[in-house]
């Protein structure tokens, strides 16, 4: 398959104030179609041409590192536009609530984790909420990386690239992982990949 990349499924306006117009236009239009295109390129040629993106991510990690890369960011970019929604962070579906209490002690507990992993990113990369071995678990990734490659399937995931946050927030990373967490997450699309991870 080759990549491509998807509209948003909401309005570049819609995120505004927690994430604007501007950020969203650079954000997608540009790094996450750089990602699609140097991704294209890169698997011209490969073992990788015909495999699923999910495939890619997993084969070529250790091995291509460019290819993967941009099939990383490609994966991380795709369902991190369906990861945040207007009038986001509001409840949580039930089960999915259920097992963040059971995991993490509170949902507050489970916040903080999280906002910490993003915070603690030292330089370019994610921060996960991930399924592994039957329990949800926080943890943070560099560059391009994702729980895939570590055994876990991720359910929610933060951006903590300076592209995501700093045309609203400039240096400020912690106000922006609260903004995400408080304003901006689509919990049921986290809920669906949760009941999806089994
Ligand atoms: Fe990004």
Known sequence: MSFTLPDLPYSYDALAPYMSRETLEYHHDKHHLAYVNNGNNLLKGTEFEGKSLEEIVKGSFGKNAPLFNNAGQHYNHLHFWHWLKPNGGGAIPGELEKKLVEDF?????????????GVGQFGSGWAWLAVKDGKLVVTK?????????????????????????????????????????????????????YSKAG
């Open 105 to 117: 002690g509170s949902l507050d507990k489970f916040k903080e984790e999280f906002v910490a992993a």
């Open 141 to 193: 990734t560099p560059n391009g990386e994702n729980p895939l490659v570590h055994g876990a399937t991720p359910i929610l995931g933060v951006d903590v690239w300076e592209h995501s946050y700093y045309i609203d927030y400039r240096n400020r990373r912690p106000d922006y992982l609260k903004a995400f967490v408080e304003h901006l997450v689509n919990w049921e699309y986290v809920a669906e990949l």
